[in-house]
T-cell receptor, first 114, second 114 residues
Framework: GENVEQHPSTLSVQEGDSAVIKCTYS??????FPWYKQELGKRPQLIID?????GEKKDQRIAVTLNKTAKHFSLHITETQPEDSAVYFC?????????????FGKGTLLTVNP | ETGVTQTPRHLVMGMTNKKSLKCEQH?????MYWYKQSAKKPLELMFV???????ENNSVPSRFSPECPNSSHLFLHLHTLQPEDSALYLC?????????????FGSGTRLTVV
């Protein structure tokens, strides 16, 4: 089955700096890669996703890149703000066959210091 | 609310009690999931239901019993739990079981077993 590794497990940055979180996956059939943000005491929320036919996707201060050859994808947050502080989860999914579910990484606790 | 509602938000139960967690979605999704989230662990998939049919039981102990009476409702029946079962239990739904359009999570039930 799919295995998703996420690094780092914790990340601390100063407000205004950029933050990068990286994930690798094992199943070359995976074709959908979402990122979730979970603030303390709240539910995970989808913030951005990318499909395998695209190499990069951007939404304001958030961008995700995908390298299918290397089987890794990354979340980039620019001009970080204190409200970006949360746990971020990456995930991978392939449609079709038996591997039909999202497999999550272990999460990255991002702290943005004012 | 995101369209996925979980009740109760908090639950404290003894090891001999029987209780049920409820999840309801009004998004017209066809797949629903139970996840367990413990401290410092990744999101652990417990059960997957697609069109009311259980399509995966991820090696979950029998003291957890899911029920999906229709595509909008999902229950998790609990009995004779152990203290290590204390965790946040998250329900999620998706358009279909591929997960290829992302999941919408509920706010979770914080379960404490005493």
């Amino acid at each position: 089955g799919e295995n998703v590794e996420q690094h780092p497990s914790t990340l601390s940055v100063q407000e205004g700096d950029s933050a990068v979180i990286k994930c690798t996956y094992s199943d070359s059939a995976s074709n959908y890669f979402p990122w979730y943000k979970q603030e303390l005491g709240k539910r995970p929320q989808l913030i951005i996703d990318i499909r395998s036919n695209v190499g990069e996707k951007k939404d304001q201060r958030i961008a995700v890149t995908l390298n299918k050859t290397a089987k890794h994808f990354s979340l980039h947050i620019t001009e970080t703000q204190p409200e970006d502080s949360a746990v971020y989860f990456c995930a991978a999914s392939s449609s079709g066959g038996s591997n039909y579910k999202l497999t999550f990484g272990k999460g990255t606790l991002l702290t943005v210091n004012p | 609310e995101t369209g996925v509602t979980q009740t109760p938000r908090h639950l404290v139960m003894g090891m001999t009690n029987k209780k049920s967690l409820k999840c309801e979605q009004h998004l017209g999704h066809n797949a629903m999931y139970w996840y367990k989230q413990s401290a410092k662990k990744p999101l652990e998939l417990m059960f997957v239901y697609s069109l009311e049919e259980r399509v995966e039981n991820n090696s979950v102990p029998s003291r957890f019993s899911p029920e999906c009476p229709n595509s909008s409702h999902l229950f998790l029946h609990l009995h004779t739990l152990q203290p290590e079962d204390s965790a946040l239990y998250l329900c999620a739904s998706s358009q279909d079981r591929s997960g290829a359009y992302g999941y919408t999570f509920g706010s979770g039930t914080r379960l404490t077993v005493v």
